[in-house]
């Protein structure tokens, strides 16, 4: 699932101090799930504008609006009216929802409020952790299912590397986990670490030739 | 000119390496100083390449000097900077201008250097690396396509014989020891057994490959601390620290080199290894003391 | 067309004094929605309600705020007379102007009861109508363990006709502590052969449980008996499992009760002495026994309740000497007072030592050195037999019960850490009760009040065969539902669970049985998909709304 | 603009207390405006910008005491909220309006007095 954070609020009053009427506009799918921009976020965040401009003797109207994606042009067809009402609109979707968005209301700027982090899981309620890089070309049949790209802070196939700290540890961080330490006690679990012992030639990093384009075979 | 270092690899029982690291800018004069200072006291000058990813003074370019100057360089070439195209151009300009000593490393990441937000390339890992520089010794690119003019490079890696857990670490080694390499300089090594271990573990891999023992001398307690917390692969044992500790004030360096020789020696009585590879860091001056204390001049 | 408020105002019968009234009806008269104001002084009585109910009818009013007393207070009278006067009873409202403003502040507090009211009428103007509905209810009960409690628990359930299920560990009834027998006079024989005896009681030895799943009412329970399995359904579950025992002898490991006999020389657990003293067999009698107690724990009630139980009946059975080291004797419960007394009298001799004793093996006797407070001497004592103070842990399966069941448990283990809401028997997830000694209580005197206050509990629950709810009161909505769990992981009753709502998609449904309405999860879901009547979003800001600066 | 003080009172603890309080007739502050919840638990952040919004001077949540809720969680979570709403009004420099959390049993009315002192007080010298 896309995982994203809300923008700092500095970084939000300075996108939208030149505007006086602005609709702020969540996401009900993937945003919602990691509360970062669902409803409920978007109450908030138009409550906090309110406040602060109220703070700085000065007034704010928002629009608040939550469509189920922000990346299926059909729901956010719904919010024309009230874009037409505004003159900014900030979305709390990823960049998908966002760009769909300025791309349906070009005349109008489309200021995003969260940013995307990763695609990820949850490690327990409310914290969420990095498990997939989309790098287009999976390797986790090889790895026991721990994906080294996005989990080894230097995306190394062939093994750690020589910083792994006392423990298992990353070399850049004493709490994440050495992805090729999960990996390697995840073999042995299973009996498989001949898959470890294996060279991994250099990756195909063009797998997926930016922007990616997926066709579905023609229903 | 030295003999060139895969003819010292072969004859000399004890192989003495250090480093040259190159300063933060255009001026070369200081490096110079260190290498007329090492070249003829040890058999080969590793030049780090973008250290703990610091920007500096390209590593080619000092290996080029330690050949005017008369030495024997190592040319040490990192994952990190360059993608698969600029390694094999950077090996063929070494290669013809006589640096023919290679250390393959993956590179420390960008988040303990000093240019935190740069983007970090990692094209390659250390054993495709190997690999990669065996292809072109071979005459071909990576790409297959024949080379006007090919290389012939000796070939070394890195290893973490105090890694914990051991076991992943040492089934990276076997795949650089299957890739061929012709001399291992492991990183920093303070507790003997760890290093007996990991001989041993190699002696029945691979019996020709030359194991040099990294020597990172320790210059007081709080260095130690600061070293076992921020910089990666150095675990100094706690009776190390607690002797540092007990120097008294001001002569925490002297200390340190009195701790390295010690460990030198005993390396070569016991011949645990092939040989040593001192890193002072930003001390490269110190280093005759401490070949001098450990009887190596 | 606007739905018609009646406000009915109550000054208490002049309780309610520093408010004027009749500006408080001027103004409320014009808010918006209010189609009806009285002021009356007697609400609550029979006469105020009755007046109620028929102005509700001739004005058919369609929400009704009461602006007197506490909701605390009245508020279940009230739902009651819009029930009578055919309104549903949770489109209601009150105003608290008299213990938060009357007689919270002095001087005229006009203005704030107004602001109260309005408060009120806000709330109720959105409130929408929750049915009650009687939904039926597993009547039978599941008791986990074969101890004392169990039993006991068992047959008084069948008493008041509720069939249950006995299951127990190990492969026979009665493991409880003989020791206190013949405190308590009980006889473990004949309860055991009334439980046969009794075809309410369904008894499974040697038998687990391997999962639970469900709620109050409907808990499918899949059991584990001889290698296979059996699935069965249950209304409420009771834990019983006790506590087991570990020899607290600071000189040794910490041995279990069990497997201390055999290290050659005598320490035993009290329930080794008891059985002992009933061997008539016994080659030889022991000449000297020691005792010990409140060293390693405080809470030492139970451990010397069967010491002087036990040292009384060797010295009446056995004349032999008997001596006690204590740290000091705590004979709080019922009896207790008499009995220690009662040892005193026949000689039996208690030495208080600060520091516990120190144990060891002297040519085949125990050797018990300690240092006695009252003759500031050193004692040394050799004996035949020792028994050991024991330090009381949570039974063996403990942890996997409570992962089965999802409960927590104490710092010790034990499960209900004394949370006030739910002592003594209660847990966090309703038709789940502990008693005994898996809660840590190992006084027998109280577990036979637990019992009946559980028995008490799960006959109003289950005897009638269907549970009066309200339907739907804290609902989450299938279409706006993102099924993205927080609400199942955050629920403390685990009254949330993932369903498949008609063959689409899975999302969260909340039980109207086991939910508490407590309504945390209506506050954290993310896609704003769970509403909680009476305590909606709206119904909050509207109240919030009504709240001018002054 | 002396505004009012919202509290958000929990029906097992803070909302008898208060009552209590009013039994009792222990006075406070007039300007106090009570919201039954049935838990700590139940009020959410926006509630409580929404009171900001609305003029509110300051804000109370009242819960049980610790490890006495009647839903076990409802308290701590509302201390993460309120803890999470002061930083979320000191995001928009609106830090001159608390937002307090207190625990209390419903039979402890003065700590219910007690509480909405302390905050009046807080507001007098934040100068509100």
Redesign the interface.
Known sequence: MIIAERKPMEEIKQLIAPYKKVLVAGCGTCVTVCWAGGEKEVAILASQLKLARSAEGDKIVTLEATVDRQCEKEMVEELKDKVAEVEAVLSLACGAGVQTMAELFEDKPVLPAVNTTFIGMPEKEGLWVEMCGACGDCFLDRTGGICPIVRCAKGLLNGPCGGTRKGGKCEIDPEKDCAWVLIYRRLEKQGRLDLMREYYSPRNFRAVKRPGKVQAAKA | MATPFREILKTKDFVVTAEAGPGKGSNVSKAIEHIELLKDKVDGLNVTDNQSSVMRYPSLGICLLIKEHGGEPVFQVTCRDRNRLAIQADLLFAYSRGVSNILCLTGDSIDVGDHKEAKQVFDLDSVQLIHLVHTLNSGKDMAGNELDGGIDFCIGTTATPSADPLEPQLIKVEKKLKAGVSFIQTQAVYELDELKRFTEFVRNTDEKVKILAGVVPVIGAKMAAYMNENVPGIFVPQHLIDELAQAPKGTGVSKGIEIAARVIKQIKEEKVCDGVHIMFIGREERVPEILEAAGLL | METKIGVFLCNCGGAINNIDFDAVVKKVAKFPGVTYVNLSSNLCLKEGREKMISCIREENIERVVVAACSPEFQEHIFREVLEKAGLNGHLFSMANIREQCSWAHDGDVTMKAVELVKMAVNKVRLLQPVEKKELPVNREVLVLGGGFSAINTALQLSRVGLRTTLLEKEAALGTGPEELESFYGFDTGSMISAVEGDENIEVLTSAQMMAVEGKIGDFSVRIKKEGEEISRKYGAIVLATGYQTALALDSEPKLRAKDVAISGINIVSQEQFCRMLRNSSLETEPKTIGFMFDFSDENSRFTTLATLNNALEAKKKWGSEIYVFYKSVKVDSEGMEKLYQEARDCGVVFLKSEAPPRITAENGRVKIEAKDVFLGEDIILACDVLVAEELYLPAEGAENLSSLLSIRRDSRGFFQDENVHLYPVGSEKKGIFFIGGCRGDLDLGRVLADISSVVMKVHELLSSGKILVAVERVKADPQKCVACLTCIRVCPHGAIQLVRVDGSKEVAEISDLACDACGICAAICPAKAIEFQGYRDEEILAQIEAIQEL | ????I?AFCC??SA??A??????L????P??L???????A???????I????????AAVLVLGCED????????NT?AKE?VKYCNM??K????DGRPVAMFNL?PNAPHKFVRAVNEITKIIKESGR
């Open positions: 603009m002396n505004g009012c919202v029906e097992h909302y008898p208060a009552d209590l309080a009013g039994k007739r222990l006075h406070y007039e300007n405006r009570v919201i039954r919840v049935p838990c638990g139940r009020v959410d952040v926006i509630h910008l929404k009171a900001f919004e609305n003029g509110a490890g006495a809720c009647h839903h076990i969680t409802g979570r909220r979320l009004l995001e928009v420099k609106v049993s």
